[in-house]
C-alpha cells in the first residue's frame, strides 16, 4: 500500500510540474519582453498585463488541486443546508452571460422549482463547470438546453450544447486529472474542473451520465438523490 501511495504521490508531481511549466514560460517570457527598452509604453502594460494572466491560470491550477484534493479525503458532503436549486441554476446561467451573449447562443431553460439539501457551494461548482464547458465549446449562432427534474426519488440536471460532441475514447477519459479531450480548448482551463464535478457529485450520492456524439453535440445529466431530511 505505501509502494501504491508513493507511486500516485509521484504521479501527482509529475502532472502537477507538467501543468506548470508552460504558463510559468509564458510568464517568464512576457516579463522578459516587458522588461524590452525598445517597446512603447503600451508595449510593455500589454505583455505585463499577459503576464498576469498566467499568474491567474498558476493561481486558479493551485486552488483547484488543493480543492480536490482535500475532498478525495472526505466522505461526507460538508455545509449542507437547504436551497432552492433552480435558483441556483439560473445565477449559473446568468453568471456566464457575457460568453453565452457574445457567440449569440440561444438558450432553452426548463427548470421545477426544487429544494434541494445540499453544499451550495460546491454544487455551484459543478454547474459553472459544466455549464462553463457548455458555452465554451457550443458553436455562435449554437444553442444551450438547461433542464431540472425530480424523477420519483432522484433529482436530473440536464446541460446539453450542440457543440463538436465527444468520441467514445475521450468520454472513456473526460474525468481522469488534466485530461483535456480538446487541445485547441487547453489554454482555456486547466483540466480538473470535471475531476472535481464527479467528486462533488459522488460525495452527493450521485453521478454523472454523458450522452455525446462527434458533430452532434453532448449532454451531462447529474443525477442526485434527495435526501431524507428535506
Not at 188 to 217: F, M, P
Amino acid at each position: 500500500r505505501l509502494r501504491k501511495e508513493e507511486g500516485k504521490t509521484k504521479a501527482l508531481i509529475t502532472d502537477i510540474s507538467h501543468q506548470l511549466k508552460n504558463p510559468l514560460a509564458s510568464l517568464k517570457m512576457s516579463y522578459e519582453l516587458a522588461d524590452t527598452e525598445s517597446l512603447t509604453l503600451e508595449e510593455q502594460r500589454s505583455f505585463v498585463k499577459q503576464g498576469f494572466a498566467e499568474i491567474l491560470k498558476i493561481e486558479n491550477l493551485l486552488d483547484t488541486f488543493l480543492q480536490l484534493s482535500r475532498l478525495e479525503n472526505q466522505q461526507i458532503m460538508p455545509d449542507r443546508t437547504h436551497y432552492h436549486l433552480d435558483e441556483q441554476l439560473r445565477e449559473t446561467v446568468l453568471l456566464f452571460e457575457d460568453q453565452w451573449s457574445a457567440k449569440n447562443i440561444d438558450l432553452d431553460i426548463d427548470l421545477e422549482n426544487i429544494v434541494y439539501y445540499g453544499s451550495r457551494d460546491l454544487l455551484a461548482q459543478v454547474w459553472q463547470n459544466i455549464f462553463g464547458n457548455a458555452v465554451k465549446f457550443t458553436p455562435v449562432n449554437g444553442i444551450i438546453r438547461v433542464i431540472l427534474r425530480q424523477e420519483g426519488d432522484k433529482i436530473r440536471v440536464s446541460i446539453a450544447d450542440n457543440g463538436p460532441g465527444m468520441s467514445p475514447a475521450v468520454q472513456e477519459r473526460i474525468f481522469e486529472k488534466f485530461y483535456q479531450g480538446d487541445n485547441s480548448h487547453s489554454g482555456e482551463g486547466n483540466g480538473l474542473g470535471l475531476t472535481l464535478a464527479k467528486r462533488i457529485v459522488d460525495l452527493c450520492g450521485g453521478q454523472i451520465v454523458i450522452s455525446s456524439k462527434e458533430h452532434k453535440g453532448t449532454a451531462f445529466h447529474i443525477i442526485l438523490p434527495r435526501d431524507a431530511e428535506q
